[in-house]
């Protein structure tokens, strides 16, 4: 019969990078209590409408990456490409759209992109959303979580850029002027850019093509067109933060979804290659009011997990520590299996293999040495009489004690 494969982009996770991911989001948890943030799980599915509606009709998300089908009712759903727009569906959907909340969460999201190196169809995202609050000390305290995140996991090569995209009034002039300067170039514009010039300009400032950034270049910048506040904001993020990450004002930065308004960030590594951003946000003033709720200023930002673990390399602190539990017979099954469940409950950061099969004692001390095993415990006869358990060291001294179940408990405890 034929094999069945998974889906192209996205992989089945192992072993070093699967306890990689679930080091990441246990870190990155404990970051976001220390800010006092409350965790949240929107579902996976939602309308599509949603997606169109907030990542915006002319977002790459929704016109080429989103994974879309009709369920039996003939209702459009989609599969999550990103969070924010299920947490802000979800605070108006309960009516809490009048209130502040502090949130994140963590989970699959889904694009349908080219794989490459940090780029799937299925990865993860951790995210955070602070609802309900206007520009200001919000923006410091969200620049101020993603400092945490450098901080704890020691990120030394990446960067931070911030932008500013202003408020409606900024971005009305500056577009004015924008679209004026670009009319010497509009015959040059590619397909996919010529699409961006009527339906969202702004995104033309992070256009691939390179005859067109370079025009840009020296076209009209939104920084001077933003009002002394929105300077200040920049100013302040560089004087507080620009100790702990290597920040950088950049001009040119828009993010790829439709809902950014006010500041912008993205975290660059240069260990990434072509993928090189890992941490995206910024504020989403007018999104809450988009989805059909009352006005709810907010910012945000998400950080991808594979993209983390690319950079960092598996940096395993698990706990590596074996330790091969063996019986001779199964007549010592049951008193083995008390005692295994009473050690563990002493010391979680020890990985207790327990081989309690027919194989021979030489045939189970040698799969414990191949394990990597620290230690060997054994239950053969005569331990089993005296209710005792061998202990036998693999280190070089090679070392064996016999030991009573309560001494067995405290070396247990203290390895
Ligand atoms: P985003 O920039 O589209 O923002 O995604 C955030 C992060 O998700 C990226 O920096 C990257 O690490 C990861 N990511 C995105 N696409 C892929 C992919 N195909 N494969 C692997 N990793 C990927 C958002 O999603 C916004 N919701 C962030 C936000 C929250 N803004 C405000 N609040």
């Excluded at 209590?33 to 929107?42: F, I, P, Q, R």
């Excluded at 209130?99 to 963590?106: A, D, G, R, T, V």
């Excluded at 933003?226 to 100013?235: A, V």
Aim: aromatic share 10%; glycine share 6%.
């Amino acid at each position: 019969m034929d094999k069945i494969s998974s889906i192209r982009g996205m992989p089945d996770v192992f072993e070093a990078d699967a306890n990689y991911l679930s080091e990441l989001s246990e870190i990155l948890s404990k970051i976001f209590l220390s800010h006092n943030l409350k965790e949240v799980n929107t579902p996976i599915l939602e309308q599509t409408e949603l997606f169109v509606r907030s990542t915006g009709a002319t977002s790459d998300i929704v016109n080429k990456e989103i994974y879309s089908f009709n369920d039996r009712n003939e209702q459009s759903l989609s599969l999550r490409p990103e969070g924010t727009a299920g947490v802000v569906r979800s605070i108006i959907q309960k009516k809490l759209d009048n209130s502040e909340h502090k949130l994140w969460y963590q989970g699959p999201m889904f694009r349908y992109e080219r794989p490459q190196k940090g780029r799937f169809r299925q990865f993860n995202q951790a995210g955070v959303e602070l609802l309900g609050f206007s520009e200001g000390s919000s923006d410091l305290e969200i620049i101020s979580i993603v400092c945490d995140i450098f901080i704890e996991l020691e990120l030394e090569d990446s960067v931070l850029k911030i932008n500013h995209l202003g408020d409606k009034n900024t971005k009305e002039r500056f577009l004015a002027e924008l679209l004026k300067y670009l009319k010497t170039f509009k015959g040059k514009l590619n397909d996919n850019d010529k699409e961006k010039l009527t339906k969202n300009p702004l995104r033309l400032l992070d256009s691939k093509d390179k005859d067109l950034q370079d025009f840009l270049n020296k076209g009209p910048k939104i920084i001077d067109f933003l009002t002394t506040e929105q300077l200040n904001l920049l100013d302040m993020i560089q004087s507080i933060f620009g100790r702990y990450v290597e920040i950088e004002l950049d001009s040119s930065l828009v993010r790829g979804l439709d809902y950014y308004t006010g500041l912008v960030f993205e975290a660059v590594s240069k260990n990434l290659g072509a993928q090189d951003s890992f941490l995206g946000g910024g504020r989403y003033d007018d999104l809450s009011r988009d989805l059909g709720g009352k006005e709810m200023s907010a910012i945000g930002f998400a950080i991808g997990l594979e993209r983390l673990n690319l950079i960092k390399k598996h940096k395993n602190t698990k706990s590596n520590k074996v330790i091969s539990f063996v019986t001779t017979s199964s007549k010592m099954n049951a008193l083995a299996f008390k005692i295994a469940q009473l050690l563990r409950s002493h010391n979680y950061d020890i990985r207790l293999e327990t081989n309690f099969t027919d194989a021979s004692l030489k045939a189970k001390l040698r799969k414990a040495s191949k394990l990597g095993a620290k230690f060997v415990f054994i239950i053969g006869e005569e331990e089993f009489e005296s209710n005792t358990i061998t202990v036998k060291s693999f280190d070089e001294d090679g070392y064996q004690v016999n030991m009573s179940f309560d001494e067995i408990l405290d070396f247990y405890k203290n390895i």
